[in-house]
C-alpha cells in the first residue's frame, strides 16, 4: 500500500499503525493478521471497528499507542485475541472471557441448537450444564428457551465468577444457579433435570499435536485436557448422567471426532441410554452425541 502524501511519515495515524501491525503479526505467525491488527486498535481507541476506515488518517495519541503497543506484544506471545479484548461472541450473544476460561468455540454452538429443539416439547425445564466454563451454552440456553431454570456446574470458581457475570450481563441470573464442584458432586442424589449438556475436557494428555500453540499456551488445561485418552471427563459423565436425568431425559456432549467409536461404545456399555445418535458440524465432523435415558 502507497503512504499517504497528505501523512508525513513519521505520524503515528490509524492508516500506518493498521499497516505496521499487520506486518508485524505476520512475521509472529498470525493467520488473519489485518484482522487482528483492526480489532486490537479498535479496542485500544475505545471504537466500534468501522470507524477505523473514516478516520484513517486521524493521528493516534501517545495513550492510544502505548495501549497499542502493550497489545501488540501480548498477541505476538500467542495471547488469544479473545483474552486481549476480553469478549467474544458465541451463538449471536457477546461473552466476557478471561483466560480463567475456554474461549467459546462456534462448534460448540450446536449443542445450544439441539438444546433448544429438545426443551421446545417441554413444559418448564431444568438444565444442568456440566464444565460450564464462561457460561456460553447455559446462558445462551437461558436466553433462548425463557422458561428453562439452568443449573452450571464447574470445578474452577474463577471460571463460575465469569459465567456469573455474563448471566447478569444477559439478564438470565434468576434462572440460572452456579454451583463448584466434580460433575455432579454438587447436586443432591435426588436432583434430576430434563437435559444434561456437556462440553467437557476431551483432549487426549498426550496429544497436544493438533492445538494451535495459542491453546496450547494460554487456554486453561483443566478446560482442554482429559487424560491419555481424552475420554477421562467423558467415561464419568455417562456412568453418572442416568442417575441426574429423568426417565426419557437427554444427555448432549460434545467430543473430537476421532472419539466417535470409543463414545458409542461407552453408552453400550452403559445400557441406560436408547436413541444414541452422533451428531455432526458444520464441516460434516462427528462432534456431539445425544441419547436418551431409558423410561
Ligand atoms: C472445554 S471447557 C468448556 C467450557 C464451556 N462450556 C464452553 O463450551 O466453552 C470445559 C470446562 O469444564 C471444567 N471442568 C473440567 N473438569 C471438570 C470436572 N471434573 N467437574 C466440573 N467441571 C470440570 C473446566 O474448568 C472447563 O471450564
Not at 4 to 23: C, F, H, K, M, S
Not at 43 to 63: K, M, N, V, W
Not at 125 to 154: L, M, W, Y
Request: net charge negative; aromatic share 6%.
Amino acid at each position: 500500500m502507497t503512504a499517504n502524501p497528505l501523512t508525513p511519515a513519521d505520524q503515528w495515524t490509524i492508516r500506518r499503525v493498521l499497516e505496521w501491525t499487520t506486518g508485524y503479526l505476520t512475521e509472529h505467525g498470525s493467520e488473519s493478521p489485518r484482522l487482528e491488527a483492526e480489532i486490537l486498535l479498535a479496542h485500544a481507541r475505545g471504537c466500534p471497528r468501522i470507524q477505523l476506515y473514516t478516520h484513517f488518517d486521524d493521528e493516534l495519541s501517545e495513550d492510544v499507542r502505548g495501549r497499542m503497543r502493550a497489545l501488540v506484544k501480548r498477541r505476538a506471545n500467542l495471547e488469544p485475541v479473545a483474552y486481549l479484548v476480553g469478549h467474544r461472541e458465541f451463538f449471536s450473544l457477546d461473552f466476557e472471557v478471561n483466560s480463567d476460561v475456554l474461549i467459546p468455540r462456534p462448534e460448540t454452538e450446536m449443542l445450544v441448537m439441539e438444546a433448544l429443539e429438545f426443551l421446545r416439547g417441554v413444559t418448564a425445564p431444568k438444565v444442568v450444564d456440566v464444565g460450564t466454563g464462561s457460561g456460553c451454552i447455559a446462558v445462551a440456553i437461558a436466553c433462548h428457551a425463557p422458561t428453562t431454570s439452568v443449573t452450571a456446574i464447574d470445578v474452577s470458581e474463577a471460571a463460575l465468577a465469569v459465567a456469573r457475570r455474563n448471566a447478569a450481563r444477559h439478564q438470565v441470573e434468576d434462572r440460572m444457579t452456579f454451583q463448584r464442584g466434580d460433575l455432579f458432586a454438587p447436586l443432591s442424589a435426588t436432583d434430576t433435570f430434563d437435559m444434561i449438556v456437556s462440553n467437557p475436557p476431551y483432549v487426549a494428555t498426550d496429544d497436544q499435536t493438533g492445538l494451535d500453540p495459542d491453546v496450547v499456551r494460554h487456554e486453561p488445561h483443566d478446560a482442554l485436557f482429559a487424560g491419555g485418552d481424552g475420554l477421562a471427563v467423558i467415561r464419568r459423565i455417562i456412568e453418572a448422567a442416568p442417575q441426574h436425568l429423568r426417565p426419557g431425559g437427554t444427555l448432549l456432549i460434545e467430543f473430537s471426532p476421532e472419539q466417535t467409536d470409543a463414545i458409542t461404545g461407552l453408552f453400550d456399555q452403559s445400557g441406560q441410554f436408547e436413541e444414541v445418535t452422533i451428531l455432526r458440524d458444520t464441516s460434516q465432523q462427528s462432534r456431539a452425541v445425544r441419547a436418551r435415558r431409558l423410561p
